[in-house]
Nanobody, 125 residues
């Protein structure tokens, strides 16, 4: 069973930057990966996604202009670089991966096969 191991969450102040990482176990490669987040009492929402072979990304409205999704191919690691963080960005952030290939960038959470355990990001005002 593939596991997605996330790291990089923590407590920061408004306006700070933070980078989250996600590494699939066993150096498993996924062409479609994404980040979602879930704030307490709210539904999980899309943050960013990537289709590596197509070299295409998608960014959700909630963090558009403040996040970059990228990868280190050599380390087989997915990153989410966040800047200008706001208190409303406080949530558990999840990495997700989809098996197989898909034309375009997948952003529907029900289409992802593997999920990380989540990493807490807390932004103080």
């Amino acid at each position: 069973q593939v596991q997605l191991v996330e790291s990089g969450g923590g407590l920061v102040q408004a306006g700070d930057s933070l980078r989250l990482s996600c590494t699939p176990s066993g150096r498993t490669y996924f062409n479609n990966m994404a980040w979602f987040r879930q704030a307490q009492g709210k539904e999980r929402e899309f943050v960013a996604a990537v289709n590596w072979s197509a070299r295409r990304t998608a960014i959700g409205d909630s963090m558009k202009g403040r996040v970059t999704i990228s990868t280190d191919i050599g380390e087989n690691t997915l990153y989410l670089q966040m800047k200008n963080l706001r208190p409303e960005d406080t949530a558990v952030y999840y990495c997700a991966a989809k098996s197989g290939l898909r034309v375009g960038v997948e952003i529907r959470q029900q289409e992802f096969d593997y999920w990380g355990q989540g990493t807490q990001v807390t932004v103080s005002s």
